[in-house]
């Protein structure tokens, strides 16, 4: 358990329940249907599976977005429901989230100084001094120049973009990011990019990453272990290789199959 940086056991998030004000029965929706599985400290969980198996849901349960229908969350050791308790900043201390689209996540009235200080104030409550030096260090664990400070999201590349919205996740100092498709919507010269600094990270930090893709290509270049999702259900969970070279189960098969990408990056 001590090991794991999130465990969750029979996880189940319905939507649609109860009665609509006409008094029909709602379709309920079992978005996550009785997941069980792990994200072990120091690796890269990536959860794959096509729009609308759950991976979104799922994610969002993790930071405390979505409340369960059922089941157990234990992140960074901690009891979720208790977290709930305290409140999203209780969350947001042990589990960031990096957003599919890292311009739209950044709020553009805003300065990156601004940015960069929210979490630094409200979540670690650092004083101005010490939250302009960790600014600085952020900004160049990101490889992105100090006057970057001054500026607004719309000045930016999706990469850069991207990149801030990492050293915004990091300035949490949370140890766990959910990372939801975090190269999607960058240029293909891009995207590898920020993927190796995202490997950086890792290792320099000490991170756990849970990454949602579509993509297998990214999944293979940085995951350590997949689990596939169908229908709110893990269907096959095993080491990134394995599930490559023997996927066991005949979504997964189809799943690799239909990655022309992936085969074609061989
Ligand atoms: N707030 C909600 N209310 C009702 N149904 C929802 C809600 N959120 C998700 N769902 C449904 O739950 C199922 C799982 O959706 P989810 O977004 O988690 O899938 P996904 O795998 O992340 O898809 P995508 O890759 O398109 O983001 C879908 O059928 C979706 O329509």
């Known amino acids: 358990m001590t090991d794991n940086a999130i465990q969750v056991r029979e996880l189940t998030k319905t939507f649609g329940e109860g009665r609509s004000f006409l008094g029909r029965e709602r379709h309920v929706v079992r978005a996550v249907d009785g997941i069980s599985l792990a994200l072990r400290s120091g690796e890269t969980l990536a ?10 849901t799922l994610a969002r349960m993790l930071v405390g977005l979505e409340e369960p229908t059922s089941g157990e969350m234990f992140i960074a050791g901690r009891d979720a429901a208790g977290l709930r308790r305290r409140g999203p900043r209780a969350f947001g201390k042990i589990v960031q989230y990096v957003f599919q ?16 200080e929210v979490p630094l104030k ?9 939250r302009r030096a960790r600014m600085t260090e952020l900004l160049d664990a990101v490889h992105m120049p100090a006057d970057t400070l001054n500026r607004y999201p719309h000045e930016f590349s999706g990469g850069q973009a991207q990149r801030i919205a990492i ?66 259900k893990v269907v096959e969970e095993a080491p990134v290789q394995e599930v490559f070279a023997r996927p066991q189960n005949a979504y ?15």
Not at 122 to 130: C, M, Q, S, V, W
Not at 169 to 181: F, R, S
Request: net charge neutral; glycine share 6%; hydrophobic share 50%.
């Open 167 to 232: 050293a915004r996740a990091l300035a949490a100092e949370a140890q766990i990011l959910i990372l939801d498709e975090p190269v999607s919507a960058l240029d293909v010269s891009v995207q590898a990019q920020v993927l190796l600094l995202l490997q950086d990270l890792k290792r320099r930090f000490g991170l756990s990453y849970l990454l949602i893709s579509h993509d297998l290509a990214v999944v293979e270049a940085i995951s350590d272990r997949v689990a596939v999702m169908l229908l709110g």
């Open 101 to 116: 689209d890292p311009v739209a996540s950044l709020n553009p009235r805003r300065t990156i100084q601004d940015i960069l």
């Open 252 to 266: 997964t098969r189809q799943l690799i199959a239909s990655a022309p990408k992936l085969r074609a990056s061989e």
């Open 47 to 56: 959860v794959v599976g096509e729009s609308g198996s759950g991976k979104s």
């Open 122 to 130: 409200l979540l670690n409550g650092y004083d101005a001094g010490r």
